[in-house]
């Protein structure tokens, strides 16, 4: 049985995923598939990914992943990253597109009248860089992690859960958003922690022993 199964549908770095997971936890058996069989019987699941919703949700269709990926996320410890968290939402504004729809609520676009620091400085969309992270609740992902430890964002919209009991963590850029959250055994953050150092790695290494 793989031990961690990265799903490969066709974005996201993968490599960069699975080199960190082998890195916090090196005996462990670090899979990246697009195998739906593999995807089912491992016992953790992660769901990563760089780019577009629509394209996201077309690739998981076309390669017969949608079924695994709901199957991991109702079953095991599942792990959503970056695209990853955004497609368990119902809606994306980008491309007014479905996703999953396992958690309620929506992805919305950075509005470009908002943009501003409190100096009155235009801030860039998409985000990205290291910002701080408030967490919201205690979870076992957050254990060794410092409140307002800094993680690195690449993205140009952001999850808005319909439910606060979701959220697990904040960010501000320049308003408070969702970037992480939490159900049961499904944990998703808007960062990637693979880029993001110590901090990074310690919730890798937290996913890979979180008991569920």
């Given at each position: 049985?793989?031990?961690?199964?990265i799903?490969?549908?066709?974005?996201?770095?993968?490599?960069?995923?699975?080199?960190?997971?082998?890195?916090?936890?090196?005996?462990?058996?670090?899979?990246?598939?697009?195998?739906?069989?593999?995807?089912?019987?491992?016992?953790?699941?992660?769901?990563?990914?760089?780019?577009?919703?629509?394209?996201?949700?077309?690739?998981?269709?076309?390669r017969?992943?949608?079924?695994?990926?709901?199957?991991?996320?109702?079953?095991?410890?599942?792990?959503?990253?970056?695209?990853?968290?955004?497609?368990?939402?119902?809606?994306?504004?980008?491309?007014?597109?479905?996703?999953?729809?396992?958690?309620?609520?929506?992805?919305?676009?950075?509005?470009g009248?908002?943009?501003?620091?409190?100096?009155?400085?235009?801030?860039?969309?998409?985000?990205?860089?290291?910002?701080?992270?408030?967490?919201?609740?205690?979870?076992?992902?957050?254990?060794?992690?410092?409140?307002?430890?800094?993680?690195?964002?690449?993205?140009?919209?952001?999850?808005?859960?319909?439910?606060?009991?979701?959220v697990?963590?904040?960010?501000?850029?320049?308003f408070?958003?969702?970037?992480?959250?939490?159900?049961?055994?499904?944990?998703?953050?808007?960062?990637?922690?693979?880029?993001?150092?110590?901090?990074?790695?310690?919730l890798?290494?937290?996913?890979?022993?979180?008991?569920?």
């Open positions: 049985m793989t031990d961690i199964a799903i490969d549908y066709g974005m996201g770095n993968l490599l960069s995923v699975a080199k960190a997971f082998e890195q916090v936890a090196p005996t462990a058996r670090v899979t990246v598939t697009a195998d739906a069989s593999v995807i089912r019987a491992a016992a953790r699941v992660v769901f990563p990914g760089v780019g577009a919703m629509a394209d996201c949700m077309r690739e998981l269709d076309r017969g992943l949608t079924g695994a990926v709901r199957t991991a996320v109702a079953s095991r410890p599942f792990l959503g990253i970056c695209l990853g968290m955004q497609a368990l939402f119902e809606h994306s504004e980008e491309g007014d597109c479905a996703g999953l729809g396992i958690l309620p609520g929506r992805v919305r676009l950075f509005p009248q908002a943009m501003f620091d409190a100096e009155g400085n235009k801030l860039k969309v998409p985000h990205i860089g290291w910002n701080g992270v408030r967490h919201t609740r205690e979870h076992p992902l957050w254990t060794g992690i410092g409140e307002d430890e800094r993680f690195y964002f690449v993205h140009g919209y952001y999850c808005d859960p319909a439910e606060a009991r979701l697990a963590g904040t960010a501000r850029y320049p408070e958003f969702a970037c992480a959250v939490v159900r049961d055994n499904l944990f998703a953050v808007q960062f990637h922690p693979e880029k993001s150092a110590a901090p990074g790695l310690r890798l290494a937290n996913f890979v022993t979180w008991k569920v």
